[in-house]
T-cell receptor
């Protein structure tokens, strides 16, 4: 049973470009969460999605960031017009049910570097 | 609002010493879950333990043990006879269970960087 997959593992973008981060949850998991880890900091919740629905995006910046989890395919975190401050590790996690009742399994993360 | 505090930013110990990582949490819920994760230098997050608020029994797993004290809102993690491979950043996390059964996000502490010196 494969774990949570994220790709790419490393992504380099120039300021103003778009970044697309992909997350495939564990088999049978329909709950996906995105977290951001800035250098030397802990993980900060960004968004929680179930299939085709955004449940909680309270941690997502209002501009330039969006997320989706389509019926088919991976969840996508999209950052438009990236800036240097977006450089961070972005972790995706999945669970079989609600976060509190089910542990979240984390992917290996995507490290985004904005030049 | 839920909050997790890991006051120790960095700890260095010599191999074979015991070390305790502190975690203090705040929550208004009576049902909640506590977690510890390990992040080695390679960067991935490794799940270590989950505890629910109704189970205050301490747990031991090999060289790892956890002390959950509701009276002081603490969930401390002890590594016995530390090894170099234990060097990592350790995160404590909290999820409120949601009395209505609804979703509650996980809040992470800022992490404690542990360095085990050979």
């Amino acid at each position: 049973n494969a774990g949570v997959m994220q790709n790419p593992r490393h992504l380099v973008r120039r300021r103003g470009q778009e970044a697309r981060l992909r997350c495939s949850p564990m088999k049978g998991h329909s709950h996906v969460y995105w977290y951001r880890q800035l250098p030397e900091e802990g993980l900060k919740f960004m968004v929680y999605l179930q299939k085709e629905n955004i449940i909680d995006e309270s941690g997502m910046p209002k501009e330039r960031f969006s997320a989706e989890f389509p019926k088919e395919g991976p969840s996508i975190l999209r950052i438009q017009q990236v800036v240097r401050g977006d450089s961070a590790a972005y972790f995706c996690a999945s669970s079989a049910g609600l976060a509190g009742y089910n542990e979240q399994f984390f992917g290996p993360g995507t490290r985004l570097t904005v030049l | 609002a839920q909050k997790v505090t890991q006051a120790q930013t960095e700890i260095s110990v010599v191999e074979k010493e015991d070390v305790t990582l502190d975690c203090v949490y705040e929550t208004r819920d009576t049902t909640y879950y506590l977690f510890w994760y390990k992040q080695p230098p390679s960067g991935e997050l490794v799940f270590l333990i989950r505890r629910n608020s109704f189970d205050e029994q301490n747990e031991i797993s090999g060289r790892y043990s956890w002390n959950f004290q509701k009276s002081t809102s603490s969930f401390n993690f002890t590594i016995t006879a530390s090894q170099v491979v234990d060097s990592a950043v350790y995160f404590c996390a909290l999820s409120e269970g949601g009395n209505s059964g609804g979703y509650q996000k996980v809040t992470f502490g800022t992490g404690t960087k542990l360095q085990v010196i050979p």
